[in-house]
C-alpha cells in the first residue's frame, strides 16, 4: 500500500513562508493523481492544490498566487510552498492520493497523517 508522510508544518507570523513536504512509499507520484488538503477542526476537509497531469496543477482560490505546488520524482516526494501566508491558513495539512481522480473531494484513497500550521496575525 502507499503510505504519505507530511513534515514541515509549524508556527509562522502572518506574511511568513513554510515549506511542506510529503514523503511518499509503495508507489510513484507518477502513477497516482495527488494533492493538498487542509482541514479546520470541526470543518470539512478542504482541497488546496491538485495534481491532474504532470506539469498541470489546480489551485484553490484562496491560496492561488501564495501557495505552489511542486513534487521530486526521483526521491517520490511534493512539496507546498506557501508564502504570504495568513492567520486563515491555520489547519492541519494533508497529502492525498488516488489512482482516480477525486477533484476537490475529499475521497482520495491514500492520506498522510498530516502537519500541522499555525499562523499567527
Known amino acids: 500500500p502507499v503510505t504519505m508522510v507530511e513534515s514541515g508544518g509549524g508556527s509562522v507570523q502572518s506574511g511568513g513562508s513554510l515549506n511542506l513536504s510529503c514523503r511518499v512509499s509503495?508507489?510513484?507520484?507518477?502513477?497516482?493523481?495527488v494533492a493538498w488538503f487542509r482541514q479546520v477542526e470541526g470543518k470539512e476537509r478542504e482541497g488546496v492544490a491538485i495534481?491532474?497531469?504532470?506539469?498541470?496543477?489546480i489551485y484553490a482560490e484562496s491560496v492561488q498566487g501564495r501557495f505552489t505546488f511542486t513534487q521530486d520524482v526521483a526521491k517520490n516526494r511534493l512539496y507546498l510552498q506557501m508564502n504570504s501566508l495568513k492567520p486563515e491558513d491555520t489547519a492541519t495539512y494533508y497529502c492525498?492520493?488516488?489512482?482516480?481522480?477525486?477533484?476537490?473531494?475529499?475521497?482520495?484513497?491514500?492520506w498522510g497523517q498530516g502537519t500541522r500550521v499555525v499562523v499567527s496575525s
Open positions: 495534481r491532474i497531469s504532470n506539469g498541470i496543477v
Open positions: 509503495g508507489g510513484s507520484i507518477m502513477s497516482y493523481f
Open positions: 492525498a492520493a488516488d489512482r482516480a481522480y477525486d477533484g476537490w473531494s475529499p475521497n482520495y484513497r491514500f
